[in-house]
């Protein structure tokens, strides 16, 4: 094996580089819900050539899009193929890597100068029939939904300037408008966000630019009826230290992490920063919400310092996964107050890969869904992911009791982030879509789709398909009925 010998190359993370279709696909326990119809999209990362600027990160490995098709008569078929992003058309055409470090332009081979160099391997957004591969350091690359062959960079029709598109997007469910963000807008490492929105046809309405109080990683952001919410962590880039050759990322643990709120429709000259706690770092929000107080709240998870492994690395920490603290929170702002501070509600415990029902978005919601760890967990847990362990536990958050409940995956199994997929029964939560990978022994893995009764899960999976193909773990999935899959893919 060419790799290195590292958590982001080993175990489930070994690259597998195989583009995969498979058609016909059944359950091998129980049914599968009629409601369950459609699309589950997932970016799937995996490399193409092994790194020369060792230790690399699996941030950069080059995306795959992935497809788990639930057709209208109960079977599944599955497909898989490469982003094929400039870079990763480059790297083919050379038969090697070509770019070094993880967002180092100045570790990168000369050939490749002005190539652009993001992988898109985050998230698959879908909206208004348009299937977009994404990741936070470049532009979107526009996907066709049935052959999920790349059809290149998209800027919305010409329409968009700013030079990178948050792989975090949100949409109203009500207006079906997308709003999206970037930043290191106008170039690497600077301070300069974008905010943009669409309407319901996909067509930009108003983008505008300003200035953050540091250049942050901004993984995702919110949205709530009346606000737009940037949450800044204190992991900042520095230019210099990027022309050094050095990382793209220090986490400060002296830094405030910062929250800018603005009215959603309205001038970003009207940002308010606030001020949270420092050293914290949350990369994925629940939800947002306005109340009629004036107040601003949102649900993330969030950890004492930063989890990446490379990213402490880099920063002088060293927190062993096991010894991270933080939990789920909520974060609460007060507009009708002068003050900048933060005021912060513990909800639950740790974990990652929130999921809500679309039409929560934005809303005063009851339930929310996220990955978390077995605290009872026999074994260790399944190495993998970008963060390097695998969840092992899928928990819901009922916010009128506050109550949770959840399902501990059996010993050895691990699971990727889920899908919610609405039901047609009046009072029916839905229900949760997600991989799970379970490791028979060194290298040997069995991987199969789970289906959850999202209102039942202390009760198990109601369905399990096996995906008889290696897979590598996923980041984030998105879900498309099937009637709007349908009509984008009919023409
Ligand atoms: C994350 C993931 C990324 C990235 C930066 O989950 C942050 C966090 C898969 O790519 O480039
Ligand atoms: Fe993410």
């Not at 709003?179 to 905010?195: H, I, N, P, Q, R």
Request: proline share 9%; hydrophobic share 35%; with cysteine.
């Amino acid at each position: 094996m060419p790799f290195p010998a590292t958590l982001d190359y080993m175990g489930l993370n070994k690259p597998v580089g195989q583009e995969v279709s498979i058609k016909g696909l059944k359950p091998s326990e129980g049914t599968i819900p009629a409601d369950v119809r459609g699309a589950f999209f997932r970016a799937v990362p995996d490399p193409q050539f092994e790194p020369f600027f060792v230790p690399d990160t699996a941030l950069s490995d080059d995306g795959m899009i992935s497809r788990v098709l639930f057709n209208e008569d109960g079977t599944v078929d599955y497909d898989i193929k490469y982003v094929q992003t400039p870079r990763w058309k480059a790297e083919h055409d050379a038969g090697r890597r070509l770019f070094g470090r993880y967002r180092n332009p100045y570790t990168n081979d000369p050939s490749v100068e002005g190539v652009e160099g993001t992988v898109s391997n985050t998230t698959p957004i879908w909206h208004a029939g348009t299937l977009l591969m994404t990741k936070e350091d470049g532009p979107a690359m526009r996907i066709d939904p049935a052959t999920l062959d790349t059809i290149g960079a998209y800027d919305f029709g010409g329409a968009l300037k700013s030079k990178t598109m948050t792989a975090h997007v949100r949409v109203d469910p009500e207006t079906k408008e997308m709003f999206v963000y970037g930043y290191e807008a106008d170039g690497l490492c600077s301070k300069t966000m974008s905010y943009w929105w669409t309407d319901a046809q996909g067509k930009l309405v108003r983008e505008q630019f300003f200035e953050a109080p540091f250049c942050s990683l901004v993984h995702d952001f919110t949205i709530t009826q009346d606000h737009a919410i940037f949450p800044l962590q204190p992991t900042t880039a520095d230019l210099e230290i990027v022309k050094d050759k050095g990382p793209h990322w220090v986490h400060k643990p002296d830094l405030e992490y910062h929250l800018g709120v603005m009215p959603r429709y309205g001038d970003v000259s009207d940002i308010r920063w606030f001020k949270g706690p420092k050293g914290v770092s949350s990369f994925h929000m629940m939800n947002a919400f306005t109340t009629p107080d004036g107040k601003v709240h949102m649900d993330h998870h969030v950890t004492d310092t930063i989890a990446f492994p490379h990213i402490q690395a880099d920063s002088g920490i060293n927190v062993p996964p096991s010894m991270l603290g933080g939990g789920f929170q909520r974060w609460t702002v007060d507009l009708s107050s002068d003050s900048d501070t933060v005021e912060v509600t513990p909800l639950g415990p740790p974990g990652d890969m929130p999921r809500i029902a679309k039409k929560d978005e934005g809303r005063n919601y009851s339930i929310g869904y996220y990955c978390s760890m077995d605290p009872q967990m026999k074994g260790p847990p399944v190495m993998g992911g970008v963060v390097g362990a695998m969840f092992s536990a899928l928990l819901r958050k009922d916010f009128v009791t506050g109550a949770i409940s959840g399902y501990n995956l059996p010993p050895a199994h691990g699971m990727s982030e889920t899908v919610h997929v609405a039901s047609s029964e009046p009072g029916h939560e839905g229900w949760l879509v997600a991989i799970v990978d379970h490791e028979l022994g060194p290298d040997r893995y069995e991987h199969a789709v789970w289906i959850w009764n999202a209102g039942d899960l202390p009760a198990g999976p109601v369905t399990k398909i096996p995906i008889p193909t290696r897979m590598r773990p996923q980041v984030h999935g998105w879900w498309v009925p099937m009637a709007e899959y349908r009509t984008a893919t009919a023409a």
